[in-house]
């Protein structure tokens, strides 16, 4: 065999290995830019839980008498032994019940400069016959073994280096209180005790001391630790600003208490730069009618249920630049209409629940967060204690959650917009209520969009990297618009008795469907307009009970156009004015000439790759053909002499 034989049989063989593999990525669905699914899809995050942090079960109890009856119904303490020491402007009162049996002035104290210090309240009660209820156990540590309620008016500091530590002894009616007064702790730990382990009270079962002011007062609370304190009666979860009260947290960690710190119809109050973490409920807890809070540049992790929740019409305040993470449940909660709050600059990631949670809240802007490695990354739901009304969910980057933005429950008027949706689990976005999407960008999800609901819109969506674009679920129905929308199995899908309004704009842009095996599956119906379907194996799909309004769109595939199944097709499906290129432009139907349609039959892959498998093998053969007879010519063997 010549050499020249050799290289044309070679390349015969190339061509043929060459046609096969484009006949078979045409027949696979890998030709043309289409995506495999099946082969190349896998859900982008891999949810893992992390390890068990048990909830102490709740045992709440009332308070009577409560931690302010020493100063607001001294007549409940009648004929009980509670001891109180109530701190007035200008002197310390000790009581036994109701009666007062100690009575010391501030003046009487040698250097009295008028600021009232707990080392100051702690020399009177030295005098007292009762000496041991607040002492000074070793330098500047002090502690307290009876109630101590401020009474109005009264202003006391717990301040370092004078106070460095005080202990609250864990038993009954242990506290600091105060109504209508101003504290401040400063550089100073507070926590329970127990004097007989010398350690602190570290059962959140136990009904461990609390700090409680209320009725207008004021605590500040400045570079310190607060920890181990926790009763679960009214105002008095660990650390707990009540009603009309005001004051500031910065720079303090709050831990292991029963909720890290609380308020109650508190008024401005503002958590600044502080640690909330492994407390046995809540990490912060602003609650009933509180209202104009400032919570930023906080953290939350490690607290066994929500790292911050607002309950109970905690209304027009900002949470701002906060961490929230590693929670049992929630990261950032606005709960039972707390409502015209604003969330943004968050970062809340890997909660057991949710990233960031709106429910049965209204008129929130969660905005420009960063939520990642939750079960949802923002989720919006009314339910029988408040309704969900005119929420925004907008800039924020929603990552590697289960799912990315949740609406349901009988929410309304919700809006998503220029959010960037990535790496969810399953669905990037789900709208179970009606709700708006405004240029949203989601990449990496089994489904983009799954609307349950009659009524949604989406405006500007894009996608890619999806198992599914938009997904209309059966009896729900949305209009869509201005979108580029992908799906490497199916871009859009209208599930039965769904329903879908899909356009472009009306100063001309396309909507867009590209990169999918079928572009549009219609089992429900569809009203579509000016679309632009390409780069994809089939265009239109029309399932049996489906129906399809096809108007000014143009369509080119590498399969087949407009495939309509079942009996009755054109009376089920009608294309106007619209370009359809495809091997096999129009299945399942006649051709609708008088609609001003062009529609153009294109050779397939196979169809290419068979021609020029045709052609090369010819040219092959011819050649062949002409230079083997040279070859034999040129190699016939010389006649031997005889």
């Not at 030295?126 to 202003?155: D, E, H, I, M, Y």
């Not at 007062?217 to 400045?222: A, E, L, N, V």
């Not at 890619?464 to 997904?471: E, K, N």
């Amino acid at each position: 065999m010549t050499k020249k034989y050799v290289v044309s049989a070679f390349a015969l063989g190339l061509a043929v290995l060459l046609c096969g593999t484009l006949g078979l990525l045409t027949v696979f669905g890998k030709g043309g830019n289409i995506l495999n699914p099946g082969a190349n899809w896998a859900s982008p995050t891999r949810y893992s839980e992390q390890p068990d942090n048990p909830l102490v079960p709740r045992n709440r109890t009332r308070l009577i008498p409560d931690q302010f009856n020493a100063i607001t119904a001294p007549k409940k303490l009648a004929g009980t032994p509670i001891a109180n020491i109530v701190v007035r402007p200008d002197r310390v009162d000790i009581q036994s019940g109701d009666r007062v049996v100690f009575s010391g002035a501030f003046r009487a104290l040698p250097g009295f400069d008028g600021r009232v210090s707990l080392a100051d309240v702690a020399n009177l009660v030295a005098r007292s016959p009762n000496p041991s209820l607040l002492r000074q156990t070793s330098t500047g540590v002090f502690q307290l073994a009876a109630g101590l309620v401020q009474s109005p008016g009264s202003r006391m500091e717990v301040v370092a280096p004078e106070v460095t530590e005080l202990r609250l002894v864990s038993q009954p009616y242990v506290y600091m209180s105060g109504v209508g007064a101003s504290v401040l702790f400063k550089d100073v730990k507070v926590r329970s005790w127990v004097p007989s382990a010398d350690e602190p009270d570290t059962n959140p079962a136990n009904k461990r001391p609390f700090l409680s002011y209320d009725d207008g007062g004021r605590m500040d609370i400045t570079g310190s630790d607060i920890s181990y304190l926790g009763q679960d009666a009214s105002k008095a979860y660990g650390v707990s600003w009540g009603n009309g009260t005001t004051g500031q947290a910065d720079h303090t960690t709050f831990h292991h208490n029963l909720f890290g710190a609380y308020t109650g119809g508190a008024v401005g109050v503002a958590f600044k730069n502080n640690v909330f973490r492994e407390n046995s409920r809540y990490g912060l807890d602003p609650h009933t009618d509180s209202a104009g809070l400032v919570v930023t540049d906080n953290e939350a992790y490690g607290n066994n249920t929500h790292g911050i929740i607002f309950s109970k019409s905690v209304n027009h305040s900002l949470v701002s630049g906060n961490k929230s993470h590693d929670n049992g449940s929630n990261g950032i909660m606005m709960d039972e209409k707390c409502d015209f709050n604003t969330i943004k600059n968050n970062q809340s990631w890997g909660n057991r629940g949710d990233g960031i949670v709106l429910q049965g809240s209204s008129h929130n802007v969660v905005e420009s967060n960063v939520v990642t490695g939750n079960q949802v990354g923002v989720r919006v739901n009314a339910n029988n204690l408040g309704p969900a009304d005119s929420n925004r969910v907008r800039d924020n980057q929603i990552d590697g959650n289960k799912l990315g933005i949740q609406v349901y429950g009988g929410a309304r008027d919700t809006v998503t917009q220029t959010n960037k949706v990535t790496k969810s689990g399953d669905q990037a976005v789900q709208f179970a209520d009606p709700a708006t999407s405004q240029s949203d960008t989601i990449t990496d999800a089994h489904k983009a969009i799954v609307v349950r609901s009659v009524g949604s819109v989406i405006q500007g969506l894009k996608t890619s990297d999806v198992g599914r674009g938009v997904v209309i679920a059966e009896g729900a129905s949305a209009s869509v618009d201005s979108s580029q929308i992908t799906g490497e199995d199916i871009a859009i899908e209208v599930r039965p008795e769904g329903h879908i309004d899909l356009a472009g704009t009306d100063g001309g842009t396309l909507a867009t469907v590209s990169q999918a095996r079928k572009g549009i599956f219609v089992s429900g119906t569809a009203d579509l307009r000016d679309i632009s379907i390409q780069g994809v194996q089939r265009g239109v799909l029309v399932d049996s009970d489906g129906r399809a309004t096809i108007t000014s769109t143009k369509i080119v595939t590498s399969s087949k156009g407009v495939e309509v199944l079942g009996f009755n097709g054109r009376g089920r499906v009608q294309l106007v004015s619209s370009d359809v290129s495809a091997p096999d432009p129009l299945v399942g139907s006649t051709l609708w000439k008088e609609s001003g349609n062009e529609l153009s039959a294109i050779p397939s892959w196979l169809a290419v790759a068979g021609a020029f498998f045709v052609l090369l093998a010819t040219l092959l053969h011819i050649g062949h053909r002409v230079l083997a007879p040279m070859s034999q010519v040129r190699h016939k063997s010389m006649p031997q002499d005889a």
